[in-house]
């Protein structure tokens, strides 16, 4: 058995980041270009690293990172800005999140007030909702507590499958033997 399996998620955030970013780059030359006829380069030189290195953050590093699952963890990640690392005995329930509200699901990392949901989402497909034994805070989320996790993968399917299969190899809590609560 392999020691992590790795899913994709939706890069629907990603591209709309980039455009977001051309956009930017776009209205930064051509203010440039027009309104100055010798333009300072001090500027020009510190907007070029300011939105290069949103590129680099935000758009490329979320390219290059996956979720995974490994023997007893489940490991959230989008682009080097999150990751999460939740154990399977932290975790009370996966399952299929509805895909009937996918237009009220944010992009990104998102915790609205009010509600115990943490949504790491880069596309409005595939939803899968991690409910946990006990609130958690996320410090991507400005320490906000979240109950319940909700991200996309690219196979819902074989998300869910790998995630069964997986619970199932780990041993069975025997409460009846010291330590019984698994103290980590």
Known sequence: MEKRLAFGYGRTLIVSRAALLAAASAVVAIFFALFTSQPPLLPIVLLAIVLGAYGVLFILSPLLTEHWITRSRLILRQGWYFRAVVRFSEIEAVSSASDVERQRVPLGINRPFGQPMLFVTGGRVNLVACRLRKPRRFWQAFGLSAREIV???????????????????LPPVQSDRAYSDLRD
């Open 151 to 169: 991200f996309d993968v690219d196979d819902r399917t074989r998300f869910l499958a790998a995630y069964a299969e997986r619970q199932r190899l």
